[in-house]
């Protein structure tokens, strides 16, 4: 989605500057619209199986109902001098925060391409925006915001490593009944 997102922005750019083509995908507009509508669709009912699974299972409520500035400023406080416990399965203060926060940048990424895409079938949307130009300029911060929650995830979790295997596969590893028991024995 980025890279054919980069190849159609190089299109018509509207900063001074052009994304490589090495880290463009489609080779050309009409091939990175082909891809970016492709994989829209494919991030579209994802995205439509996590809203739903998100409110109906009680996820968003429980896990990503933000907490006061206070703990914010606490949790940020902690993780600056490298201090900040990691529970797996309990998000602190700033994962609430900047998880909350790029799920509502997803829709604003979703609303905003769809204004673009459709700017005449959907012109109230478009209108909303506040018109074609200024609804590509947001879709492109949007996916600024994306790529950059996405480097900051991915150094966080390299950064603390016993995270990766719940963000895969959305649980714990389970620990066989023997080893736990040896651990145990060697505590």
Do not use: C
Not at 108 to 131: C, D, E, N, Y
Not at 162 to 184: C, D, I, K
Request: a positive charge.
């Amino acid at each position: 989605m980025i890279g054919s997102g980069w190849q159609i922005y190089n299109a018509s750019p509207i900063l001074p500057f052009e994304f490589p083509a090495w880290a463009t995908l489609g080779g050309w507009l009409g091939g990175g619209i082909a891809w970016h509508f492709a994989a829209m669709w494919v991030l579209m009912a994802a995205g439509v199986v996590y809203m739903g699974y998100g409110v109906l299972s009680g996820h968003f409520r429980r896990d990503l109902r933000p907490v006061g500035p206070r703990a914010v400023r606490r949790d940020m406080a902690r993780a600056l001098r490298f201090r900040l416990s990691h529970a797996a399965g309990h998000y602190n203060a700033v994962q609430r925060l900047l998880y909350t926060g790029v799920l509502i940048v997803a829709l604003l990424t979703v609303a905003s391409g769809l204004s673009i895409w459709k700017p005449v079938q959907l012109g109230w949307l478009t209108w909303l925006f506040g018109g074609y130009d200024v609804a590509r300029r947001i879709h492109f911060a949007m996916m600024t915001l994306i790529v950059a929650f996405l480097v900051i995830h991915i150094a966080l979790a390299l950064l603390v490593p016993s995270t990766l295997f719940g963000m895969v596969f959305g649980r714990r590893p389970s620990v066989a009944p023997e080893a736990s028991v040896q651990e145990g024995a060697a505590r």
